[in-house]
């Protein structure tokens, strides 16, 4: 049915910029925008529904590129442990850190997993997310990292969400793989990547390409059986030291290099030439209370283009709000809000390859927007937390 949603303005975030439009006019048919524009303009037709928007600012559905939102288990006691003076290595020489999720993941059903992703999930959704990407990694096997997916899937099913799911299978070495980490990455590439992939459980392919993850040589291994399956790649690189990871994603075209506090100018080039694009994860650097700054000049300079993530993951960004990180990307590293919202909209659709489709109010794009009541789209990164009063609609339809 064609829908006209009116007496609003809109910033479109076309070209990644409020573009804003002034008592603005949106027509959906079915799940499509099908025009766009100011109110005065609007096309004489027959219009069966239509919605009083009362003012409201309307943008892009919030989209959060970066997440690890499955997962069993709870660390919120290792967090109470590292304030009393706890060191994360102690914790982990306990049995605690990554390895205590990946025991409480393998242990979880998959019934558990959904139930407790779907709770945290309804959270980034009622902050006005309508598309998010969630990685697996905290299985760690074969049999966990197929759970995790099959989980992933379902909540795209399920729920009124559109949900990009992503394979990080080299994300930490599994504990029966102890000191055998090329094994592991073998293990992956031969056996894993290729049934995951056969059973259609996977958009994208990640890795950790760290020092205490794995190498830029084994992440290579990585991405070269992503690129014999035919699917994109994403990285972690740069978060804890330079070991050029956002270079090498950029060398294989990913979608994205994500963290890239330690990214180098040269880096920058690169991700500029290849379009990856540079996912920021404030929430992963406030709560390790980091203070190496992202290369921002640098990015800005070489046209990168930003998004702003969530990282929703239990042990270094417990975050439910992608609007709340929207502030900190302001506040912490030195965004404009304009930029902020860019991030979660356009600029993270372009992270999943989706920005043919997604990120921006546009004719012809999915019809997923917010209509917030606000006073300015700088409302959006201003106010911390909070339920800002909104309508949320997806492929055309208001969600609750």
């Known amino acids: 049915m064609k829908t006209l949603w009116q007496?609003?303005?809109?910033?479109?975030?076309?070209?990644?910029?409020?573009?804003?439009?002034?008592?603005?006019?949106?027509?959906?048919?079915?799940?499509?925008?099908?025009?766009?524009?100011?109110?005065?303009?609007l096309p004489v037709g027959d219009y069966p529904a239509i919605n009083d928007l009362k003012g409201a600012w309307v943008t892009p559905g919030l989209i959060d590129c970066h997440t690890h939102a499955v997962f069993g288990g709870n660390r919120s006691?290792?967090?109470?442990?590292?304030?009393?003076?706890v060191s994360y290595a102690d914790i982990a020489a306990a049995g605690g850190g990554i390895a205590s999720t990946v025991r409480a993941t393998r242990a979880a059903s998959e019934d558990e997993l959904f139930a407790s992703a779907a709770k945290r999930l309804k959270s980034l959704m009622r902050d006005g997310v309508t598309t998010v990407e969630i990685k697996s990694g905290y299985g760690l096997d074969l049999t966990s990292e197929r759970k995790m997916l099959r989980v992933i899937r379902r909540l795209g099913a399920e729920l009124p969400v559109s949900v990009r799911s992503t394979c990080l299978a080299a994300h930490a070495l599994p504990p029966e793989?102890?000191?055998?980490?090329?094994?592991?990455?073998?293990?992956?590439?031969?056996e894993m990547l290729p049934a995951l992939a056969a059973e259609g459980l996977m958009d994208a392919v990640d890795a950790f390409c760290e020092?205490?993850?794995?190498?830029?040589e084994q992440v290579e291994r990585v991405f070269l059986t992503?690129?014999?399956?035919?699917?994109?790649?994403?990285?972690?690189?740069?978060?804890?030291?330079?070991?050029?990871?956002?270079?090498?994603?950029?060398?294989?075209q990913a979608l994205s290099a994500d963290h890239l506090e330690f990214m180098?100018?040269?880096?920058?080039?690169?991700?500029?030439?290849?379009?990856?694009?540079?996912?920021?994860?404030?929430?992963?650097?406030?709560?390790l209370?980091?203070?190496?700054?992202?290369?921002?000049?640098?990015?800005?300079?070489?046209?990168?283009?930003?998004?702003?993530?969530?990282d929703l993951n239990p042990g270094t960004s417990p975050a439910l709000s992608l609007r709340l990180m929207l502030n900190m990307a302001c506040t912490c590293l030195r965004l404009t809000p304009e930029e902020a919202l860019a991030g979660a909209t356009i600029h993270?659709?372009?992270?999943?390859?989706?920005?043919q489709t997604h990120g921006s109010l546009e004719a012809g794009k999915v019809a997923d927007f917010v209509a917030w009541h606000i006073d300015r789209p700088a409302d959006l990164s201003y106010w911390l937390g909070g339920d800002l009063e909104k309508r949320v609609v997806r492929h055309g339809v208001e969600i609750d």
Not at 348 to 355: D, E, H, N, P, T
Request: contains cysteine; negative net charge; glycine residues 8%.
């Open 264 to 287: 180098t100018e040269n880096d920058a080039k690169a991700m500029a030439e290849s379009g990856t694009v540079a996912v920021l994860l404030p929430g992963a650097f406030y709560f």
């Open 77 to 85: 006691g290792e967090f109470e442990q590292r304030l009393q003076g």
């Open 348 to 355: 993270a659709a372009q992270a999943l390859g989706m920005a």
């Open 289 to 310: 209370r980091e203070t190496q700054l992202p290369p921002m000049d640098a990015l800005r300079k070489h046209g990168v283009k930003i998004a702003v993530a969530s």
């Open 211 to 216: 020092y205490l993850a794995f190498s830029p």
């Open 7 to 41: 007496n609003c303005h809109a910033a479109t975030m076309a070209q990644g910029v409020y573009s804003i439009i002034e008592d603005a006019a949106i027509v959906t048919q079915g799940e499509h925008i099908q025009w766009i524009g100011p109110r005065a303009e």
């Open 226 to 252: 992503a690129q014999r399956l035919g699917l994109p790649v994403k990285l972690h690189a740069e978060q804890l030291s330079s070991l050029h990871g956002s270079s090498l994603a950029a060398r294989y």
């Open 177 to 190: 793989y102890k000191d055998r980490a090329d094994d592991y990455i073998e293990h992956i590439c031969a």
